[in-house]
C-alpha cells in the first residue's frame, strides 16, 4: 500500500474508516442533517457532530465505546 500526500490522513482512514462510515451514515440520516442545502454543509455538519461525540464522550468514540 502507497501513502502519497497526506499520510496521515491515509493512515487515519485504514484504521478509523469503518467506524468513520457508521458514525456518517447514521448521523446524515437525521432530520437536521437532511434539511441541509448541499453536501458540503451535510460534510461540515457531520464533522462537527463526530467533534461534539469525541469531545463529550466518557469513552473513546474512535473504538466505539
Known sequence: ???TGQP????AR???GMRLRTFSEED???RRAR???SELERVVDVLAAWGLLKATSPGDP???E
Not at 496521515?8 to 493512515?11: A, F
Open 14 to 16: 485504514l484504521f478509523l
Open 62 to 64: 474512535w473504538r466505539g
Open 1 to 3: 500500500m502507497e501513502f
Open 35 to 37: 434539511s441541509l442545502p
Open 8 to 11: 496521515e490522513v491515509s493512515l
Open 28 to 30: 446524515l440520516q437525521s
